[in-house]
């Protein structure tokens, strides 16, 4: 039965005065006007930082995508839903990453305008998350709660492999140490626990709509999370074997002095010194990312004596070095053999070297680094300054009998790289360089990817750092051991070797993503179904609603027009 378009108007007249009674926050959001609306995304997106370490406002990591949310409700135009997710990205990134300025300003000698501009562009190059995620929220998907969550997972996704990745800033880790929902990410993984506290945001926004039945829902996933909270599953078991006795060395080398040639020695006494009393008493002794600032070519004498001293201890040495592996250099195609980030287990019951995998952007490597050749100026200097990518495919290495997975640094930060390196292992190690960062929040922020990290594999995880945080890290993310930053000291303790498997060690983040992009087809079938259903299926192709829907797409370019005017009227 075809339906005239004056029925049609009709239907559509008592749809609008059916919500007439509805408290409409949109509504309410849709009065900000255009500048206000991005400054209070900014805003939104900044205080997030003050959820993740070293605060722990774990409250804000739920406010923060709440008002993010609010604000794309009302009908807008792509351009201003664009323009708001970038807002509230750039806010993220400038205050959450400001850290960067400390290796930018006062170890890379960057003037502070130049620091700050970099910082910016930082900001707005990483605010293409979300503002991609708005424009797809505002024009393909009902804008509901589960849309709203499965964007947000699939634009963090996003941030572990585009460009290589930059995975920071994570909604999941704001509740590492919040054991109610973080009992997800043995499961399922930091994306986990992203989507429901999203989920919950989301939903706390309708129910002010007057809309509870989100909200019902996201009760049953957290009760989900709270049973596996009071359960306790034993994911992983402690092995028969009696924990290893560790000592990890904090060298707390200046960075500005560290890679100078006239201090490398002295780094090394420091390191020897800080050591000899932990041979005779440790079943490993760990030094951090780099303790040996050179190429191992280069300090062949110096490791020789040391492993010399571990392997007549019974003691197995883990160390961070620079590593030439001049057996892969090719003089016919190579300019200088490949060098990597590297570590290497020696002296007694120690076996193994392991190389960096992902590499820091501008640190370690040039991105895009063959477009450089297209500048005579620049032309060759990627091969000077970057490091070699390690294969993915490498063995844990050997110690005391057991088999130890190692994470370099950043690295950490990618939790499939890390589920890779955790199999047919017992416990981890990372080891990391933080003082690139001073007193920022950035090495807290590193140390609780860590703790989820052990969350989702179920190891125990050493973490050995030159300044700091160094601790150790047990199976359910706790920390169990640290010492203070910016010491120059040594952690001693224990670490226990744990066999099995968690859910989300076999499987990864895959079930997450299947579910998100699940949830938001259904959402772009759901809209379409509802229009179906208002308008009705045997009008979809009639010239009546085909006039019809010229009309209100009239309609809304007027409404666009109207809005996009009142953005240009200066605020008073």
């Known amino acids: 039965m075809r339906l005239s378009t004056q029925?049609?108007?009709?239907?559509?007249?008592?749809?609008?005065?059916?919500?007439?009674?509805?408290?409409?926050?949109?509504?309410?959001?849709?009065?900000?006007?255009?500048?206000?609306?991005?400054?209070?995304a900014w805003i939104a997106g900044a205080v997030f930082t003050f959820s993740l370490a070293p605060y722990g406002y774990w409250v804000l990591a739920l406010l923060s995508p709440a008002v993010l949310y609010a604000l794309l409700l009302p009908k807008m135009t792509d351009k201003r839903a664009f323009a708001i997710g970038e807002a509230y990205g750039m806010g993220l990134w400038c205050v959450g990453a400001f850290?960067?300025?400390?290796?930018?300003?006062?170890?890379?000698?960057?003037?502070?305008?130049?620091?700050?501009?970099?910082?910016?562009?930082?900001?707005?190059?990483?605010g293409l998350f979300h503002a991609l995620m708005a424009v797809l929220f505002n024009r393909f998907v009902g804008k509901q709660p589960f849309a709203f969550a499965s964007l947000w997972v699939l634009q963090e996704w996003l941030k572990t492999w585009v460009l290589t990745g930059f995975p920071w800033l994570f909604v999941g880790y704001a509740f590492t140490e919040q054991y109610w929902l973080s009992s997800l990410a043995p499961v399922f993984g930091v994306f986990a626990i992203t989507f429901v506290a999203v989920l919950l945001s989301a939903s706390?926004?309708?129910?002010?709509?007057?809309?509870?039945?989100?909200?019902?829902v996201t009760a049953g996933l957290l009760l989900v999370s709270v049973m596996l909270w009071l359960i306790d599953p034993q994911w992983t078991q402690a092995k028969d074997n009696k924990p290893?006795?560790?000592?990890?060395?904090q060298g707390n080398i200046p960075q500005d002095i560290k890679w100078l040639t006239e201090y490398q020695n002295e780094t090394l006494e420091i390191y020897a010194k800080l050591s000899q009393k932990e041979w005779q008493t440790q079943d490993m002794v760990i030094w951090p990312e780099s303790s040996i600032p050179m190429f191992q070519t280069q300090a062949w004498g110096f490791i020789t004596q040391v492993a010399k001293v571990a392997y007549d201890n019974d003691t197995t040495w883990v160390t961070g070095i620079p590593f030439k592996d001049e057996l892969a250099?090719?003089?016919?195609?190579?300019?200088?053999?490949?060098?990597y980030n590297s570590v290497v287990a020696l002296g007694a019951k120690g076996e193994g070297l392991y190389k960096k995998q992902r590499l820091v952007p501008f640190g370690e490597y040039i991105p895009l680094e063959g477009m450089l050749n297209l500048f005579?100026?620049?032309?060759?200097?990627?091969?000077?300054?970057?490091?070699?990518?390690?294969?993915?495919?490498?063995?844990?290495?050997?110690?005391?009998?057991?088999?130890?997975?190692?994470?370099?640094?950043?690295?950490?930060?990618?939790?499939?790289?890390?589920?890779?390196?955790?199999?047919?292992?017992?416990?981890?190690?990372?080891?990391?360089?933080d003082a690139w960062f001073g007193t920022s929040a950035g090495p807290l922020q590193h140390l609780q990817m860590?703790?989820?990290?052990?969350?989702?594999?179920?190891?125990?995880?050493?973490?050995?750092?030159?300044?700091?945080?160094?601790?150790?890290?047990?199976?359910?993310?706790q920390i169990i051991q640290q010492v203070p930053q910016f010491e120059r000291t040594v952690l001693r303790g224990e670490v226990q070797s744990r066999i099995g498997e968690t859910p989300f060690m076999k499987l990864g983040e895959l079930p997450m993503l299947i579910v998100s992009v699940i949830l938001i087809i259904l959402s772009v079938l759901g809209q379409r179904a509802k229009i179906l259903a208002i308008y009705g299926k045997d009008s979809e192709n009639s010239p009546e609603m085909q006039e019809l829907s010229k009309v209100l797409v009239m309609s809304n370019r007027i409404k666009r027009d109207d809005v996009e005017k009142k953005d240009e009227k200066p605020v008073t």
């Open 7 to 40: 029925s049609l108007q009709q239907r559509l007249s008592q749809d609008k005065k059916a919500n007439t009674g509805k408290l409409s926050l949109a509504s309410l959001t849709e009065k900000i006007p255009f500048i206000p609306s991005l400054i209070i």
């Open 99 to 126: 850290w960067l300025y400390t290796s930018i300003h006062t170890y890379g000698d960057t003037p502070m305008p130049l620091a700050l501009l970099a910082i910016g562009g930082m900001g707005l190059l990483m």
């Open 204 to 216: 706390f926004i309708e129910t002010l709509r007057r809309r509870a039945e989100f909200l019902v």
């Open 244 to 249: 290893l006795k560790v000592a990890m060395i």
């Open 329 to 339: 250099y090719k003089p016919e195609t190579d300019p200088y053999p490949p060098f």
């Open 376 to 433: 005579p100026n620049l032309a060759g200097s990627q091969e000077i300054m970057s490091y070699s990518r390690g294969s993915n495919k490498q063995q844990p290495l050997k110690v005391q009998d057991n088999n130890m997975g190692v994470a370099v640094c950043y690295e950490v930060a990618y939790p499939e790289t890390t589920r890779h390196n955790a199999k047919n292992t017992d416990f981890l190690l990372t080891i990391s360089n």
């Open 450 to 477: 860590v703790q989820m990290r052990s969350l989702e594999t179920g190891r125990w995880f050493l973490r050995a750092t030159n300044t700091g945080v160094t601790a150790i890290i047990n199976e359910k993310g």
